[in-house]
Nanobody, 121 residues
Framework: QLHLVESGGGLVQPGGSLRLSCAAS????????IGWFRQAPGKEREGVSC????????YYADSVKGRFTISRDNAKITMYLQMNSLKPEDTAVYYC??????????????WGQGTQVTVSS
C-alpha cells in the first residue's frame, strides 16, 4: 500500500528557512511524478512544486520561484522541499503527493496527511 508521510513543518520567522520531508513507502518511488501542494485557510489548494516522471521537468509556482527547491532521493525514498526566504503568505498546510501516470499538470492520486507551516514574527 502506497504511503506518504510529511515532516519538517513548524513556526518560522519571516526570512527564515524550513525543509519539508516526505517519506514514501509501498511503491517504486522513481517511477512516480512527485509534488508539493499547499492550502491556506479560506483558499483553494495550489501546486507549489513538482518533478515529472516523464521527462524530469521541474515546476515551481511563480510565488515560490527562486526561494523553494524540490528534490528527491530515490535511495532514501524521500522527497524534499527546501523553503528559503519565507514570507507570511507562505503560511499553509503543505502536502506531498505522488502519481504514476500524471505529469505536473495532472491529478495526483496519493497524498500525505499534511504538515503545518506558519511564517510569523
Amino acid at each position: 500500500q502506497l504511503h506518504l508521510v510529511e515532516s519538517g513543518g513548524g513556526l518560522v520567522q519571516p526570512g527564515g528557512s524550513l525543509r519539508l520531508s516526505c517519506a514514501a513507502s509501498g511503491f517504486t518511488f522513481n517511477h512516480y511524478s512527485i509534488g508539493w501542494f499547499r492550502q491556506a485557510p479560506g483558499k483553494e489548494r495550489e501546486g507549489v512544486s513538482c518533478i515529472s516522471k516523464h521527462d524530469g521537468f521541474t515546476y515551481y509556482a511563480d510565488s515560490v520561484k527562486g526561494r523553494f527547491t524540490i528534490s528527491r532521493d530515490n535511495a532514501k525514498i524521500t522527497m524534499y522541499l527546501q523553503m528559503n526566504s519565507l514570507k507570511p503568505e507562505d503560511t499553509a498546510v503543505y502536502y506531498c503527493a505522488a502519481d504514476y501516470f500524471a505529469d505536473c499538470s495532472g491529478e495526483f492520486a496519493y497524498w500525505g496527511q499534511g504538515t503545518q507551516v506558519t511564517v510569523s514574527s
